[in-house]
Structures are given as C-alpha cells and as structure tokens.
C-alpha cells in the first residue's frame, strides 16, 4: 500500500508500519469517531477531509475546530494517553485512511521496534505540524493581551489634552472649530490634489469641492449649538445635561480622506473629545497632511495640540485592532469596508460603523425627466463614483426609458451594446466579487479605453442594462466608479421588487433614491425600502450627506441594524457625547 509523502515524512520512513494499518472509507458527513469513545485506534488521511468538532453542552451544539487533509493523523494522542475521545471527527467529504488499531500499536514495541519508531515519528511530525499551524493564533491572542507602549504612550496623551479642554467656553469651542474649517478651506486644492497622487481615485476638481463642503459648511452647521454641558428641558420635570465621552478613534476611508477627517475632528471638538485619526494605507500622507493643518490652528488658540492625533506605528490590521480594543478608547468611528466596520463592532468597544451604499433609484414616469437624468448622471459620475450614497441601479418606468436614455447621452452618458456589455463584465468585474480594484474611482473614459469602448463624445457615465428580475447579475451590485445598472420597468410592483432585492443583495440600511410627483409613490417606496435615508427628486452624491435638503451635513451616515450599524442618523456630535438626566 502508498503512503503519500506527507507530513514531511519521506515514504521509506513510514513503510513498515504501513503492514500493520487497515484501510478505511468514510462518507461525507459520517463520523470517524465520537467525543467521549475509549479510543480504538488512529487514523492516517490519504484522501480526502476530516473536520474535529466538539459537542458543546450550553449552546446543544456541534462546534467545527479544525479540519485536516491529506498526511494529518487523527486520534493519536488519545490512544497514547489512553484517555477517552476529547472531540468527534467527521468526513467534510468522502475521505480514505489508514487505520491502526490500538491492539497493533500496544503489540508492535515487542513484536517490532521499528515499525514501533516509525509510528512515533509520524505522531511527533504530526504534533509538530499542528502547533506550527496555530503559533499564528496564540501570536494573535497574545497581541490582544499584550500592551504596545506607542499605542498606551499616544491614547494617555489625548487622555490629558481631553481633560484640559473640558473647561473650555462654548464660544472659544465654536472659533477654533471655524478656524480650522476655514484653514482646510484655504488648503483644498493642495489637499486634493495629494489625495489624487496618493489614492489614484477621483477627479481633483470634485476633491476640491468635498473638501470645501467638508469643512466650512460642516463648521456652520456646528457653531452655535448646545455643546457640552448644556442643560436642556427635555420634558416636564427633566433636564437633560449633554456630556464628552472620552477619546474617539477614528477610522478615515480612502474615498473622502480629507473631508471625513475634518468632519470627525470638528464633531469631537465640539462634543469636546479627542480624537486619534487612523487613515486608510492608501491616504496615510494626505491624512498626516491633514492632520498637521488641525494642529497648528490648535496651537495657535493655545489647546492641546494632542486633542488630534495620527497613530504613530504605520497602518495595519495589528495596530488598527490594539487601538480598536483598548481600554480608553471611548468610541469607534468606522468608515470604510464591511470588515473593517464588522472588526469595529466586535473590538468590544462601543462603534458607530457604516455600511456599504448599493442605492436603487426610480424613475417614474411621472417625474420631470431632463431634470432626473441631470441629476443621476452628474451624481454618480461625481468625483468618478466613490461616494457611497450614490445612484448605483435605475429602475426605469417603461414609458420614460427611450427619454430617459436619450437625455443621458446629450448629457455625457453612453448605453452599452450587447456585446459591450459582455466586454465590460468581462473585463473590468470580477465574477462574484464586483468590480476589479484597479477601476474602483476611475473615469468613465478611461474604463472605456480599457476595454476599448468607444464613442464620438466626451463620455461622463456607463450605463448597462440587466433584464428584469436577473438578481445574479454582478451589475446589481455597489459599483464605487461612474457605472450604472438599470432595467426597464412595467409598473409599480415590479419596481418596488426590484428595489427590495437589489437592496437584499447589498446596501440595505443605507440609501434609496425615488424620482417622483406622486407623494402616494413616494410612501409606497418608503415603506419598501429597508434603508435609513430615502431621497425623493435629489442627487445622491449630495443628498444623502444632506448638502442639498434637511438632513444632518455629515460623512458618517448611519445605516441601522439593517446594515448591521448602530445608529441610523446621519451622524453628527451628539452621537459623541453622554447625556444626563435630572429628574424633578
């Protein structure tokens, strides 16, 4: 019988003991033996795979441990100790191995020391192989019990640089935020333009304008209100007394480096917390940049200049995780990717994470249409598609497509072909992961020129249809560049499916968008929606940052417990503070 080389055991090592072992076949799903069995033997995988699993008495459960393939060997240190089984193993999938029984193991030290040596030499290499396997794991408990003196030494310093600014006035809070505001303002064009060479997404003219927005605008909608300490008649007989939480960690995404970081900085201040600043790897220079204009203003008022701050150790999982889960960490901020936020959630730290943006948008025939096709194109084509608030799938009423279709072109989009289509899914999305990171922010004219599409125009935005009710088409997915999906629409309840599934595949919680002047259309869609904004007649890229309507300016918008977030409000510095209640 062969022995596979495995277990970095060269074959002749193993091959006297091979007369001794029996082979056996288990199905998937079948199990090699139970937790709690005497042990009857060991057993040598030559195909296939066996999973451990342990039967947990609180949760009535098996557990999945570990699964092991081809030269793994099974149940060997329960018949060395002669202790009973301590987990169960079962086949993931038709599996062979060699079976020595525990009878031939206890014989073969008399009857054959070598056959005897050999056994011992695959259950030593086995050993070896397991521990080499999980050293990472016992690395990654450790780091999280261990204390990284940069981490402790920055987190004390914001500690300090937060309590001296507890005494601040109200109207002093109000100046500096306006100062700093004012000093990213004077620097937008430099900022953008750093942001570009450093993240290689986006359009600088459209960085330019985020940043304005995001500093200026921001400080207005900040100055003047009730920050800390403020006492409020909430209602007859209770005052509520708002309160600073700590220190925020804040984590920067690389689609709006520079205006989420003033965004969360001026939130802190005003809420009167400090805030380390932890950028995405792909904008660390544009973020200490940022972060550097921040300090000098505090400075020049004579605050801590440790009330914003940048990790000192580069950006990495490690150190985003130590700062994550550190004990004077008071809030997370998390703006970025699923896993980053979902890493957010489960540091044990309180979090304030957001989800991704896929937004469904209606068109119905209702609407006035140039406006509509205005709006979409110059939104979603806004900084090449980044923002994650963006149109990203039409719904359009079979009696405006040809209209609509025909105002996007005049406006700079283009309507692929069939085979256009095949060439775009093929090239540019990567079947069941989206679209390829290398066209994530980039122009609908250089995507184009990538895979040799071609029109007589200046083309602003790529539009491609998907047949109703085709929810496995990649195209229904978040696309963070100037690509738009859309499908022609019958009538109302084909719509409001559509919207819901496109929604179920990805962005719930976040944002949907309806063009209409049916305010019974609008509620229909509302209820439907499972999203915490719902846009009606409005840009996405501005609406759902509430530029251009009522909501809060913010660039941290909440998407609920329907994208797995904790807040649905677009966020703003309330959402960093404590409140207190007197009770009458």
Not at 115 to 121: R, S
Not at 418 to 426: D, I, T
Not at 483 to 501: G, P, Q, R, T
Request: with cysteine; net charge negative; charged share 20%.
């Amino acid at each position: 019988m062969n022995v596979p080389t495995v277990v970095s055991l060269a074959k002749s090592e193993v091959e006297r003991l091979t007369k001794y072992c029996s082979q056996k076949n288990y199905c998937s799903g079948e199990y090699v033996f139970k937790q709690g069995e005497q042990p009857n033997g060991c057993f040598y995988i030559l195909e296939g795979r066996l999973v451990t699993q342990y039967f947990d008495q609180d949760v009535d459960a098996d557990i999945d441990v570990e699964s092991y393939g081809t030269g793994d060997l099974l149940g060997a240190m329960s018949l060395v100790s002669g202790e009973t089984r301590a987990m169960s193993v079962v086949a993931l999938e038709d599996t062979t191995v060699l079976f020595l029984s525990a009878e031939k193991l206890h014989s073969l030290a008399e009857m054959d020391e070598l056959a005897h040596q050999e056994f011992f030499k695959v259950f030593n290499h086995s050993l070896m192989n397991r521990l080499k396997k999980s050293r990472p794991l016992h690395q990654q408990s450790a780091l999280k019990q261990a204390s990284i003196p940069a981490v402790d030494a920055q987190i004390e310093l914001a500690k300090m640089a937060h309590e001296k600014f507890l005494s601040w006035s109200e109207d002093t809070v109000d100046e500096m935020i306006m100062q700093i505001a004012k000093s990213i303002y004077a620097q937008a064009q430099t900022l953008a333009e750093l942001t570009h060479q450093e993240s290689g997404m986006g359009v600088v003219e459209h960085k330019v304008l985020k940043i304005k927005l995001g500093s200026l605008d921001v400080a207005d909608s900040l100055i003047n209100k009730p920050g800390n300490g403020a006492i409020e008649l909430e209602a007859n007989g209770i005052e509520r007394v708002s309160m600073p939480i700590g220190v925020v960690f804040g984590m920067i995404p690389i689609t709006n480096p520079v205006e989420t970081i003033v965004f969360k900085t001026l939130i802190s201040l005003k809420s009167r917390n400090a805030i380390v600043i932890s950028s995405h790897r792909k904008g660390r220079l544009v973020g200490e940049r940022t972060v550097e204009i921040i300090q000098q203003v505090l400075k020049r008022f004579g605050a801590p200049e440790n009330l914003v701050q940048t990790p000192e150790l580069a950006a990495n999982r490690k150190v985003t995780s130590a700062y994550m889960s550190h004990d004077d960490i008071s809030m997370i901020l998390a703006t970025g990717g699923p896993s980053m936020v979902k890493s957010a959630y489960s540091s044990g730290t309180p979090a304030i994470g957001v989800g991704k943006g896929n937004a469904p948008v209606w068109i119905c025939d209702d609407c006035d249409i140039e406006s509509a096709v205005s709006k979409v194109i110059n939104s979603k084509a806004f900084d090449n598609g980044v923002v994650c608030g963006s149109e990203n799938n039409l719904i359009l009423d079979q009696k405006v497509v040809d209209q609509f279709l025909l105002h996007a072109q005049s406006f700079g989009g283009i309507i692929l072909t069939s085979s256009e289509r095949e060439l775009l899914l093929s090239k540019v999305f990567s079947e069941g992961r989206g679209l390829q990171p290398e066209f994530i922010g980039q122009s609908a004219a250089d995507i184009c020129d990538a895979v040799g599409i071609e029109r007589d125009y200046a083309i602003k935005l790529i539009l491609a249809e998907v047949q109703p009710y085709d929810f496995d088409s990649i195209l229904l997915r978040e696309k963070l560049a100037p690509i738009l999906s859309f499908i022609k629409n019958v009538d109302d309840k084909m719509a409001l499916d559509h919207a819901y599934e496109i929604l179920e595949l990805e962005g719930k919680g976040h944002t949907a968008i309806i063009h209409t002047n049916n305010q019974d259309r609008v509620r229909a869609f509302s209820a439907v929606v499972q999203v915490s904004r719902v846009l009606v007649s409005t840009a996405g890229t501005q609406g759902c940052i509430g530029a251009d309507n009522g909501l809060n300016l913010s660039w941290t918008l909440g998407c609920g417990t329907m994208g797995g977030g904790s807040v649905s409000d677009n966020v703003s510095y309330q959402h960093l503070q404590n409140n207190k209640r007197i009770a009458y």
